[in-house]
């Protein structure tokens, strides 16, 4: 059955190849974007083939829809139309069947629904097509909401994670759009963030950490988790009552400080992306609730993102040259973090780059964002042969993200401003001497006064008994010699064989009785000597080659 199954997605994918390897999208991709591109505002200027490729991921179930919802993210891949009309994919399915729902809360929890918690609200809050999240209360009176895994989930986007793999990887291997965009790690990263959303306790972990993170962020609330009642496919958190903020009329927005919750959200993102280098990777308008009493409550962190501590600092120096308008600076970052390939054309990317950025600084904030210059960072770097970590991909998405909220809170909220003055606080909050790094460096100083004397006198004794030694660890000397002989030899052998074959030609004209195959016997007899010494030296020169392989 799994076989035949396979069989079907085989022949589904490839039918979307086919249908779209000609379309406006494809060029794109190609082509590699060479420039920002400001999304049409209108819902019908959104071309044809955008809205039926997300007619078609949604009818391939919650995989690709998934995989789409990735897509919409990556705007150096694919275009800005085709970004939003991914990124308005729903996963929203027909509800569980109630009879699921508890026969799920009671395998997993080994307790019926009603002994786990005193009251559970049969309808649900939210369907979606990995789960879907209900109301309840625990008998000590808390409310929580309880998100139920769907019943044989996991088995078919495995399915799926299985076949887009082995397409992804003969992808890679025989198309330049594949090497180039690196669709195998855009696949590895994929279903890496799929399937720990499919384990609710990865989930819990992630709330709490986020919770601890942000603790100084009064205004930002993240619900904890109640481990009693979590496990792989059943998570119970706190219920934090409030709207989405895409529900916020612009009535309504003049009842709360949109700039300062704006600021407030900002702030905290980029704590978590450039301090703590774990951050929620998906943080559009409805997984951010606003509150009555004016905070911002962040959902769903079965997708997060962790930036390691070497791309910290490379991020800083990138955010602080794009805020300043220096395009030069942000290619030298962008290349310094990048992996470049055969064809990359170092040259193109940085005058891409400084006109880019400059351009940014051209236009109104209205038309373009911090998020979408990272984004058409890195559609340029596709372009000219430069592969990015995906990380600078999920921090362009997130940006992107916090823009639309930010101005959905406050429609005069200037993101970039907010992350130079952000970026700029950060680094002056690294450069102030604190109280632990101070107390390190007097021990490392008083450990130094402390040794300098005998070590001075050791010094001072050596150069004077003529007993001083510098050791440089620079090469092989013995190996640099072997490898200097043998092409000495080579050589040598090679000459000698040129200089018999020349011989012998000129042998071919001695007129003598003796002759061998037609010709005088002396010219064949150095010639058969020549063709033995140019086999052994042909000879010597591959079994030497497939030691080193081996070696």
């Not at 009842?255 to 992306?273: C, N, P, R, S």
């Not at 823009?403 to 993101?415: M, V």
Request: one cysteine or more; aromatic letters at 4%; proline letters at 5%.
């Amino acid at each position: 059955m799994g076989r035949v199954r396979h069989l079907r997605r085989y022949a589904e994918i490839s039918r979307l190849l086919v249908r779209y390897g000609r379309s406006d999208l494809a060029k794109h991709l190609r082509a590699g974007g060479d420039g920002i591109e400001v999304a049409p505002e209108d819902e019908g200027d959104v071309p044809p083939d955008a809205a039926r490729l997300t007619d078609d991921l949604e009818q391939l179930g919650p995989t690709f829809i998934k995989l789409g919802q990735l897509l919409s993210t990556r705007r150096d891949l694919v275009p800005a139309a085709y970004a939003d009309a991914l990124a308005r994919l729903q996963d929203e399915v027909e509800p569980m069947a109630v009879a699921d729902v508890h026969e799920v809360v009671t395998e997993q929890l080994g307790m019926p629904t009603g002994d786990a918690y005193e009251w559970f609200d049969e309808e649900p809050l939210a369907s979606a097509s990995l789960g879907q999240v209900h109301r309840a209360r625990l008998r000590n009176g808390h409310e929580v909401v309880v998100k139920v895994q769907r019943p044989g989930i996991r088995a078919e986007i495995l399915s799926d994670i299985q076949v887009l793999t082995e397409v992804a990887g003969m992808l890679e291997g025989h198309t330049d759009l594949g090497r180039r965009a690196g669709l195998g790690d855009l696949v590895d990263e994929f279903s890496r963030t799929l399937l720990d959303e499919l384990d609710y306790r990865l989930e819990a972990e992630n709330l709490e950490r986020l919770a601890a993170a942000l603790k100084e962020h009064e205004r930002i609330v993240v619900p904890l988790p109640v481990r009693e009642l979590t496990t792989a496919r059943v998570l119970t958190m706190d219920y934090v009552p409030g709207r989405k903020i895409t529900d916020l009329t612009p009535i309504g927005r003049t009842d709360v400080d949109g700039a300062a919750l704006a600021e407030a959200l900002f702030a905290a993102y980029l704590d978590q992306i450039l301090v703590d280098g774990f951050f929620h990777a998906d943080p559009h308008p409805g997984n951010v609730l606003l509150t009555d009493d004016g905070s911002l409550v962040l959902l769903d962190l079965g997708m997060v993102a962790r930036v390691p501590p070497r791309l910290q600092d490379a991020l800083v120096e990138l955010l602080v040259a794009v805020s300043g308008g220096d395009g030069e600076d942000a290619a030298r970052v962008t290349v310094k973090i990048g992996t470049p390939l055969a064809d990359f054309d170092e040259a193109a990317f940085v005058r891409g780059a400084a006109a880019l950025v400059a351009r940014a600084q051209g236009r109104a904030m209205d038309q373009l964002d911090s998020g979408t210059l990272v984004m058409e960072l890195n559609r340029l770097a596709l372009g000219n042969g430069l592969r990015l970590p995906p990380e600078l991909a999920l921090l362009g998405k997130a940006l992107l993200n916090l823009d639309e909220i930010a101005r959905r809170l406050d429609p005069d909220f200037d993101p970039t401003a907010c992350v130079r003055d952000r970026v700029d606080a950060m680094l002056r909050e690294r450069l102030r001497p604190s109280r632990e790094r101070m107390v390190s460096a007097a021990l490392e100083t008083r450990e130094f006064l402390e040794q300098l004397p005998s070590r001075l006198n050791r010094f001072m004794e050596a150069v004077g008994t003529g007993e001083m030694r510098l050791n440089v660890d620079a090469i092989d000397e013995r190996q640099l010699l072997d490898g200097l002989h043998r092409m000495v030899n080579r050589l040598t052998s090679g000459i000698v064989i040129a200089a018999l074959v020349m011989g012998a030609a000129m042998l071919t004209r001695v007129e003598t009785s003796s002759k061998l195959l037609g010709y005088p016997t002396i010219a064949m007899i150095v010639f058969l000597v020549a063709a033995g010494g140019a086999f052994w030296l042909f000879a010597s020169i591959v079994v030497e080659g497939r030691r080193r392989r081996r070696r």
